[in-house]
């Protein structure tokens, strides 16, 4: 009901303003916007009253101005802290209608509020001219003149009022009189407080501060003031938490002077400064993460996080925890750019295997250190290149060669007669496939310190490598003049000359050349034996007294002697001495059955005399049977399976069978339930046949024979086996990347293949054709 | 460019000799000396091999002011001096635009502005 009431008498008041308005009806205009005043409707009265004042005739104005004044006073009144807004409403009422004593003063006290005390004062003057005794003027007009600094009576004053302002004179002039003590309290005690607190810089006048506050009725603005400098004397007596809460107060109270924000950050600040005084490192940081964004950029702030971790990081690293130790001081680095923090960063990041952080690190140690001799970062020339070293072991540990070799070279810049730097540049170089420089690296050590006896090894071994046998000979012969028992060069001065010697056709030029060579290398046990068989095939001089020489050479080296054996067997008429040094070779301690397995081999692939073959195979099986710890039916089986390797495949079928003969059946005699006789078979059905499926038959049968006869080797074998025989063929084209490098050296050596006879390879080759076959067999 | 792997023993990762030889890292060589001399001993070779081997490897990567620079390079460093930590100056004093705002803000609670309202009649 109330509603439509309201509606109605809208609608009644709309058509009557409208009415009026047509007919110019200026009382009922007037009426209608005093009544909208009267309810409160500031604005639609305004403008009322402003179409009244259009067509106002000469009497009538003054009723209209009137009327307009009484509308911007209240709309000024009602403007509230819009304290620009409200200047305009009061000049407007001024303007209309000047010698009303409200609005000046109303004006007067806006000006003070925006801190326009000189303004202020003008309109004070105003109100005093024609009201002398206008409420509450006297106050402020001499508050406000007090700020402008200008002579005030306080004659006129409420005895009240009086100490207030002489209080405030006293604070705003920087008086420093004992005249406020005299002032009696006045009703508002934090006047005496303050006034306390302007005086002296100890006071701290808590209590009566809060007493003011505890009286309440106070405005939020005068809370606001007070809360703060009650912060402010708990403050002065130390009290960090009072203060805080205090200030924290004064700004929920709308108290927003620059002063306290600055104490409130200090606060904060306080607390990391605090905790970093009493070496709390780990609260420092915590306290930093809860700063205010803007206080993070402090410097201090930024100093002390810096320094706060990387006390973290040294105390982790003291205790062995270098995973913390490298986080905290990665975060300190971000501001700390001492040579020292790079330091630690770099050993950090190395013991926690981060290989190229820690060589960045070295090298942003070497950026940071200082170039004054002076200074405590300085480094020497010896200290840099060690640091560049060191950068360059880092990234060799994470394979990366061509920086580990930049860092070297940056070493030598500072380091330029270190041969063990330059030696190590060069196996640098060597092992990025860089052998020309690597020999370029040699000669300028040699020029240095030609009597190097490494450098001269590396360069007489790239030489041979690159097949510049007549300069290795040389440079071989130079390692032998300074260090004659060094055996990497007799071995392979040795080398040289049997593959030398096998170049040569001519076997007399053959037997002169190795007698020139044995000269150089005495007692060779390799030159011997090749002298033997080259004597041996001219019929000249004494072969077996060469071999016997070679024998005497080798003395208790077992490879040598072995190598004897084997060689001897080239020779005619040496089956007594052979058989003697067999009989010095069983009695090798430990001696494995495979040496004579390899023996036989050995003597296949030479194309010697087969009865040799058999004779070390038995020889294999009696030597399991005299180690004990060595099965006979593997031994048999090692038999028949080197028979039957790739290395034999060109061996004629009949010479096979004429040695496998007789092993078969000792395996079917001496060994039936070991599994092998199940293993041969699945060996041949796979190859011979193709059939794998039977194949995988098979050697599962031969597993389960052998594990129940307790055969481990056997069982090994035919897991290998099985293995080999179900693994898909690798089809396509290999990355070259996968090939190791000896292999494609062999191959790139020997294309047609290497030769059969082994004693036409030198060791490396050996060794390089033994890595070549296992290549195939793996991806084959 | 990466290649074949190296497996070599990063070099320099030995004890601190300075704790072997129960030093400060500010040690004089004279200090490095005497430290050393009374170590061996209190461990000799022929009763204390292991530990005087120890002794012997910390002496040598310090004996000379050459050598220590070099392996001072591969050591912890302590941290550097804490730096001079500011103390904080609160502004604790009385600023005159509040007293002035205190003033004028307690007598403005006594006013009251509405009570200038006038009763205006057409």
Known sequence: ?780 | MKKGSKNKPIVNKPKDPYKTLELDRKASQEQIKRAYFQLVRQYPPETEAEKFQEIRAAYEQLRTPEKRALADLFLLQPPPEKPDLPSINYDLSIHKEDIIKLALEVKLAEISFQKDFQNIKI
């Open chain 1, 1 to 780: 009901m109330a509603k439509n009431k309201l509606k109605f008498q809208h609608a009644k008041m709309v058509s009557a303003v409208a009415k009026a308005k047509s007919q110019k009806d200026l009382p009922s205009l007037l009426n209608e916007s005093l009544k909208l005043l009267q309810a409160g409707n500031l604005n639609l009265a305004l403008n009322l009253a402003l179409e009244a004042f259009a067509f106002a005739e000469k009497d009538t104005q003054e009723k209209v101005e009137e009327l307009l004044a009484e509308i911007y006073f209240r709309l000024a009144v009602a403007s509230a802290t819009d304290f620009s807004l409200r200047i305009t409403h009061l000049k407007e009422a001024i303007s209309l209608s000047p010698t009303q004593t409200r609005l000046h003063f109303f004006l007067a006290v806006t000006l003070c509020q925006i801190g326009n005390f000189a303004e202020a004062v003008l309109e004070f003057d105003k109100v005093a001219t024609k009201e002398p005794n206008y409420s509450n003027l006297q106050y402020l007009h001499t508050l406000a003149k007090l700020v402008c600094n200008q002579k005030v009576d306080f004659s006129n004053l409420t005895s009240e009022e009086a100490s207030t302002l002489k209080i405030v004179e006293n604070i705003i002039s920087d008086k420093t009189n004992n005249i406020l003590i005299d002032i009696q309290p006045t009703k508002h005690e934090f006047w005496q407080a303050l006034a306390q607190m302007q005086q002296d810089m100890m006071a701290s006048p808590v209590l009566a501060l809060q007493k003011s506050l505890d009286k309440g009725g106070n405005k939020k603005s005068v809370i606001g003031i007070l809360e703060y400098y009650k912060g402010v004397a708990a403050m002065r007596q130390g009290e960090k938490g009072a203060a805080q809460s205090a200030w924290q107060k004064a700004k929920s109270f709308g108290f927003a002077q620059n002063h306290l924000s600055t104490n409130l950050d200090y606060l904060l600040t306080e607390q990391i400064v605090d905790a970093a005084k009493e070496e709390k490192w780990q609260q420092v940081i915590t306290a930093i993460g809860n700063l205010p964004s803007k206080l993070k950029t402090l410097d201090i702030v930024k100093e002390l996080t810096a320094f706060a971790e990387y006390y973290i990081g040294h105390s982790a690293a003291s205790e062995g925890n270098w995973k913390r130790a490298a986080e905290a001081w990665r975060r300190s680095n971000e501001q700390d750019k001492s040579c020292r923090l790079s330091q630690n960063l770099a050993l950090a990041e190395e013991a926690i295997e981060n290989w190229e952080n820690a060589a960045e690190a070295w090298r942003e140690m070497l950026k940071r250190r200082s170039r004054k001799e002076t200074s405590d970062n300085y480094l020497n020339d010896s200290q840099v290149a060690a640091i560049w070293k060191r950068a360059a072991e880092c990234y060799e540990k994470e394979e990366d060669t061509e920086e580990a070799l930049t860092c070297l070279k940056n070493a030598l810049k500072y380091a330029e007669n270190d041969i063990d730097l330059r030696l190590e540049i060069v196996e640098t170089l060597m092992a990025n496939d860089q052998e020309k420089a690597a020999q370029n690296e040699l000669n300028r050590i040699l020029a240095i310190d030609p009597k190097n006896v490494t450098a001269l090894e590396s360069l007489a071994g790239l030489l041979t490598v690159s097949e510049k046998t007549d300069e290795a000979i040389e440079i071989w012969r130079k390692v032998l003049a300074l260090d004659p028992d060094n055996k990497i060069a007799r071995e392979s001065l040795s080398s040289i000359y049997v593959e030398k010697s096998e170049e040569i056709t001519d076997k007399k030029k053959r037997f002169s050349f190795l007698e020139k060579a044995l000269k150089d290398l005495p007692n060779d046990v390799g030159l011997l034996l090749k002298l033997a068989i080259t004597a041996d095939t001219l019929k000249k001089g004494n072969p077996l007294g060469l071999l016997k020489q070679a024998y005497q050479s080798a003395g208790k080296d077992f490879k040598m002697v072995s190598l004897v054996l084997h060689e001897s067997l080239h020779v005619k008429d040496t089956n007594e001495f052979v058989e003697e040094i067999m009989l010095v070779i069983t009695q090798q301690a430990n001696l494995p059955a495979e040496f004579w397995i390899v023996q036989a081999k050995m003597v296949v692939l030479c194309e010697l005399n087969v009865s040799w073959t058999r004779k070390f195979f038995d020889q294999a099986i009696d030597q399991a049977e005299k180690n004990k710890k060595e099965s006979k039916a593997k031994v048999l089986l090692n038999i028949f399976l080197t028979l039957h390797s790739r290395e034999f495949q060109d061996v004629k079928e009949e010479v096979i069978e004429k040695i496998e003969e007789g092993y078969i059946d000792r395996i079917k005699k001496e060994c039936p339930q070991s599994g092998v006789l199940e293993f041969i078979e699945a060996h041949r059905v796979f190859h011979n046949r193709k059939d794998i499926k039977s194949a995988k038959t098979l050697i599962k049968e031969a597993r389960r024979k052998a594990q129940l006869a307790n055969e481990k080797e056997v069982v090994e074998e035919t897991h290998e086996f099985e293995n080999f025989i179900s693994r898909p063929k690798r089809r396509g084209l290999f990355d070259m990347d996968d090939i190791p490098l000896s292999v494609i050296r062999i191959m790139e050596k020997y294309p047609n293949g290497p030769p059969k006879d082994p004693r036409k390879l030198s060791a490396q080759d050996r060794e390089d054709i033994e890595k070549l076959m296992e290549f195939f067999q793996e991806n084959f």
